[in-house]
């Protein structure tokens, strides 16, 4: 039965119930207290199946000449191979079934293989090689370009035609749970008279997805659409913190940078693409049509719903957007095979940040730049506290999820709290 | 005696006259016909001294837990810090003076250890973890400024308060040497209902300095000046390749991107910022005088002459450029100071682009962008033929020094042949 098939169920406990049953397997690299050496497990309920010790037991046949499993990282695992990739998956599908007492009937290993995800520490997954931003939703775009540039040039000549993108700080993508340190910079409001270099008073989110790239590729060549998609590995939530006033004074000419290089955070779980095959959507309508190397056939977006819940310090929760993945302009696929366009070498741990997921109405947009609209109209929170931009204390999560049929593919959450600048 | 003392004097024939004399000892990685695994090396005169092997026979103490040395790139010798650093340079200074027996009178360690350059090959030689650009050259910032966006925008309002840079790709850097295949990409020209998917047509290069930053700092810390400067390994010669009709159209609003991904060259050798140290000069006086974070006393910059060659397929070299690096506006240190600010959280291994290299005058510009003046004015070479930008088949070759009294510290060459369109 392939490892998708929605009546599969697996002997783990209240795995079928929750976003990480037998039809979602998703990786990630974890420690525990009594071992902590970090290593690639996968996700199942409430449980963490600790591939290195099912691999050393002899439950899992080897996929190249060293342990991809035994690692720090998901590259080795991403660098075996396409072929590999689905094989591995349908091992674990297997071994995790109600129906085969190989794991399920052996408590001593059971006991050493499924850690308790309460005690497993999460670490980054994968070792990032380069981290590069797309600029997707058109909603998001025409957005922040009306806030600034001014309705008339909000949505750039090229961004219908391209799907814009820029090279971000790989050294800074954090797992999720990393607090994140309120960035200085330099920031001149439009009545300075000289730029001041001080805490960003203007701290965002943007709620995206992250997709990571699995496949080397050779300097000089380039990817179709096809081969494109074929490339990911899996997709992650992504949070990519923003600093909107260091952003508006330095990123003309030459784009985003200080601005974005404090911390992009993570999830802890890479859902494959594999499992997200039945959550594949056609996107919008593109017009103009692309040019042929950016034209698709099919369906290249995926149907994620995503929310975004901000709590302040020691507040109650407010979900402050509901958005979807699907109404991306450009999906993962054409953004990939034009960052391969002009013969940039992609890599193992290449992660491609999705652009902002922003919705058409205000509810559903992905930065508080947007939802406050530059700050000018602050957003209610429950607690009756509003915001325009986030304060100190304050903690965001993002969550998402695809609703199957009987069952739901989570793709965990993406959190980090703020904590004041040095 | 310090490594940089002009007095000093190698055994190995021909190396005071070179560019690697015993006062400069860069590092590079190479391999040969008869050992095919990359190793560090180090140049002096003609010869590579194979410092793996004279680890190997106990001639060099050990820097770290693990070689540092029979590595495939330098990052294992920066990671092991700055003291070591020197202490490896003393040592292979010593090792390699004319009064010292020790590899000199002994034939069958010297055959080992001292590698003709004419059969090595080399490598790539830094593990580049980020590749960041920056753009410090004001004559060259304002040169294109002038012709992408017009006299009166040409130097945008933030370029005086900060050294504006922007994330490169890392994957797409090459050692010298390797073809620069022409890339693809879209294209749109004024006239152009519609832009196309083709090969450039305004390919040029950039002359720049690359440094390689030797130290990790943890995500949230910030730099000073005095401890940037401290925080590079050694500079590289660098070509920045550029495609000019891509870049146009797609760099609006994110900055450069696939205009820019397709092939960055460094040289083979990196020479260490200790050998630079007696070429430190005080860069152009610097007003506004910039915030408290980028303050610099002293000399920041460095006195390093350069040039360009351009030989067409078949035809004869015409240096078509030469600058000097010691006009850069903002230094490599307030480059890097202003790159940690924001609690970016730098590499071993980051390579820190200087932005082209552009003087004040003509004969100066550091790309054919400048030089044939947005293509307007070709220039002449020595066969006679013109240029605008690239062509296939055309060599470029990019050489420096430094001019000590008596000696010279060589920044060796980079170079790349354009090969036609996939």
Same mark, same amino acid.
């Given at each position: 039965?392939?490892?998708?098939?929605?009546?599969?169920?697996?002997?783990?406990?209240?795995?079928?119930?929750?976003?990480?049953?037998?039809?979602? !397997?998703?990786?990630?690299?974890?420690?525990?207290?009594?071992?902590?050496?970090?290593?690639?497990?996968?996700?199942?309920?409430?449980?963490?199946?600790? !591939?290195?010790?099912?691999? $050393? @037991? *002899?439950?899992?046949?080897?996929?190249?000449?060293?342990?991809?499993? =035994?690692?720090?990282?998901?590259?080795?695992?991403?660098?075996?191979?396409?072929?590999?990739?689905?094989?591995?998956?349908?091992?674990?599908?297997?071994?995790?079934?109600?129906?085969?007492?190989?794991?399920?009937?052996?408590?001593?290993?059971? &006991?050493?293989?499924?850690?308790?995800?309460?005690?497993?520490?999460?670490?980054?997954?994968?070792?990032?090689?380069?981290?590069?931003?797309?600029?997707?939703?058109?909603?998001?775009?025409?957005?922040?370009?009306?806030?600034?540039?001014?309705?008339?040039?909000?949505?750039?000549?090229?961004?219908?035609?391209?799907?814009?993108?820029?090279?971000? =700080?790989?050294?800074?993508?954090?797992?999720?749970?990393?607090?994140?340190?309120?960035? &200085?910079?330099?920031? &001149?409001?439009?009545?300075?008279?000289?730029?001041?270099?001080?805490?960003?008073?203007?701290?965002?989110?943007?709620?995206?997805?992250?997709?990571?790239? *699995?496949?080397?590729?050779?300097?000089?060549?380039?990817?179709?659409?096809?081969?494109?998609?074929?490339?990911?590995?899996?997709?992650?939530?992504?949070?990519?913190?923003?600093?909107?006033?260091?952003?508006?004074?330095?990123?003309?000419?030459?784009?985003?940078?200080?601005? &974005?290089?404090?911390?992009?955070?993570?999830?802890?779980?890479?859902?494959?693409?594999?499992?997200? $095959?039945?959550?594949?959507?056609?996107?919008? =309508?593109?017009?103009?049509?692309?040019?042929?190397?950016?034209?698709?056939? *099919?369906?290249?977006?995926?149907?994620?719903?995503?929310?975004?819940?901000?709590?302040?310090?020691?507040?109650?929760?407010?979900?402050?957007?509901?958005?979807?993945?699907?109404?991306?302009?450009?999906?993962?696929?054409? %953004?990939?095979?034009?960052?391969?366009?002009?013969? @940039?070498?992609? =890599?193992?741990?290449?992660?491609?940040?999705?652009?902002?997921?922003?919705?058409?109405?205000?509810?559903?947009?992905?930065?508080?730049?947007?939802?406050?609209?530059?700050?000018? $109209?602050?957003?209610?929170?429950?607690?009756?506290?509003?915001? /325009?931009?986030?304060?100190?204390?304050?903690?965001? /999560?993002?969550?998402?999820? @695809? %609703?199957?049929?009987?069952?739901?593919?989570?793709?965990?959450?993406?959190?980090? $709290?703020?904590?004041?600048?040095?």
């Amino acid at each position: 039965m392939h490892p998708n098939d929605p009546s599969l169920r697996s002997f783990v406990e209240g795995a079928s119930d929750s976003g990480f049953p037998i039809q979602n !397997l998703p990786y990630g690299v974890f420690s525990t207290a009594s071992d902590s050496r970090p290593r690639v497990g996968v996700a199942i309920g409430d449980y963490v199946l600790d !591939l290195a010790v099912i691999e $050393e @037991c *002899g439950l899992m046949p080897r996929m190249a000449a060293q342990t991809v499993f =035994r690692q720090s990282s998901l590259n080795a695992l991403m660098a075996s191979g396409g072929y590999s990739w689905s094989i591995v998956r349908k091992h674990i599908s297997q071994l995790l079934r109600h129906d085969n007492p190989k794991l399920r009937d052996d408590a001593v290993l059971r &006991k050493r293989a499924l850690v308790p995800m309460s005690s497993a520490r999460m670490h980054l997954p994968v070792a990032v090689s380069g981290y590069t931003d797309f600029y997707s939703s058109r909603e998001h775009a025409t957005n922040v370009g009306t806030m600034f540039r001014g309705k008339d040039a909000a949505l750039n000549e090229n961004w219908l035609w391209i799907p814009i993108g820029y090279n971000g =700080r790989a050294s800074t993508v954090v797992v999720s749970g990393t607090p994140v340190r309120r960035p &200085k910079g330099q920031i &001149k409001g439009p009545d300075f008279p000289a730029p001041i270099h001080a805490p960003s008073r203007r701290l965002d989110i943007e709620l995206e997805m992250g997709a990571v790239v *699995g496949v080397n590729t050779a300097l000089g060549s380039t990817l179709t659409v096809e081969q494109a998609q074929g490339a990911i590995f899996g997709f992650t939530l992504l949070n990519d913190w923003s600093a909107r006033d260091i952003q508006q004074w330095e990123y003309v000419p030459l784009g985003p940078f200080q601005g &974005k290089a404090f911390a992009t955070s993570i999830g802890a779980w890479v859902v494959t693409a594999e499992a997200l $095959e039945p959550f594949r959507v056609e996107g919008p =309508r593109q017009e103009p049509a692309p040019l042929d190397y950016l034209k698709q056939a *099919g369906a290249h977006n995926f149907d994620i719903s995503l929310e975004v819940e901000l709590i302040p310090g020691g507040g109650a929760p407010t979900i402050i957007s509901r958005s979807n993945f699907r109404g991306m302009y450009w999906s993962t696929a054409q %953004q990939i095979a034009h960052h391969a366009s002009s013969g @940039c070498a992609m =890599r193992v741990g290449d992660l491609i940040g999705s652009g902002t997921i922003s919705g058409p109405d205000k509810g559903s947009y992905g930065s508080l730049l947007e939802l406050s609209w530059g700050g000018k $109209e602050p957003i209610r929170l429950a607690d009756g506290s509003t915001r /325009t931009f986030l304060e100190d204390g304050d903690r965001v /999560t993002i969550r998402g999820f @695809c %609703q199957g049929d009987g069952y739901r593919i989570g793709l965990g959450e993406v959190t980090g $709290e703020i904590t004041p600048a040095a």
